[in-house]
């Protein structure tokens, strides 16, 4: 797996001296750089930067922590990437529970509801399927809301979007006591775990996942201009 850099998470523009302390300040200006800069993105000159600004990180203060979490977010998962893409699959495993904790005590989105079958969720289900299928374990077991789980050889992960919107449009088939999924299934190709391209199902609103994917009553398509139809199941 080739590590990506999946949304620009880190906006060192936004920062002021007075925010944080100059070595946080000056770690995040770094990864600002790297991620922008015009001649490609270098995986081990990431790794240094990020291994400074963890060090950085465990230096500040409770206040200092709350108020740069948020320019963290993505860190771990694009070191985890890398770690992963040099077989280091223990430490990646490591670095995306790390994500997944700063997420949750920093009030992140690791569910990433985000109205779309977005790429962010299928390149993280694609390294969790990975990483779980290489050391034994899933390593997000009890720290993220979607469902994740194997059947047979291949993965499903599904997690549940908010509201009755896609890209903008209402979805009339989800009515107060319906919900959407997005649904992920994630097969072995040429040694790399891919994942099919997603469904968006209206299923019965408070139901658990994975079991509610079973009563799912209509398949949300849209096609390659983004109309939307509902295809009864």
């Known amino acids: ?54 060090l950085a990180w465990e230096k500040a203060d409770e206040e200092e922590k709350r108020r740069f979490a948020s320019h963290l977010f993505g860190m771990h998962f ?43 969720f299928r390149n993280l289900v694609e390294l969790q399927a990975q990483l779980t299928a290489e050391i034994g374990r899933d390593p997000l077991m009890g720290q993220v809301s979607y469902s994740f789980q194997r059947e047979g050889e291949d993965f499903i992960a599904a997690r549940f979007e908010l509201g009755n919107e896609i890209a903008d449009t209402t979805v009339p088939e ?7 999924v997005l649904v992920h299934r994630l097969s072995k190709l040429d040694g790399k775990f891919v994942a099919a391209a997603p469904r968006l199902l209206v299923v019965a609103k408070g139901g658990r996942l994975p079991d509610v994917l079973k009563q799912a009553t209509v398949e949300i398509v849209l096609d390659s201009a983004g109309r939307m139809s509902a295809r009864r199941l």
């Open 174 to 180: 989800v009515g107060p006591e319906s919900a959407l």
């Open 78 to 120: 694009r070191r985890s990437q890398i770690m992963a893409s040099a077989h280091d699959y223990n430490a990646a495993a490591a670095e995306l529970s790390a994500e997944a904790a700063l997420q949750k005590d920093f009030e992140g989105r690791l569910e990433f509801t985000t109205k779309s079958p977005d790429s962010f």
């Open 1 to 54: 797996m080739t590590a990506r850099l999946i949304h620009p998470f880190i906006c060192a523009a936004a920062l002021t001296q007075s925010a944080f302390s100059q070595s946080l300040l000056e770690s995040v200006q770094r990864l600002s750089q790297i991620e922008k800069s015009s001649e490609g993105f270098n995986s081990q000159i990431y790794l240094k930067a990020t291994a400074e600004a963890l």
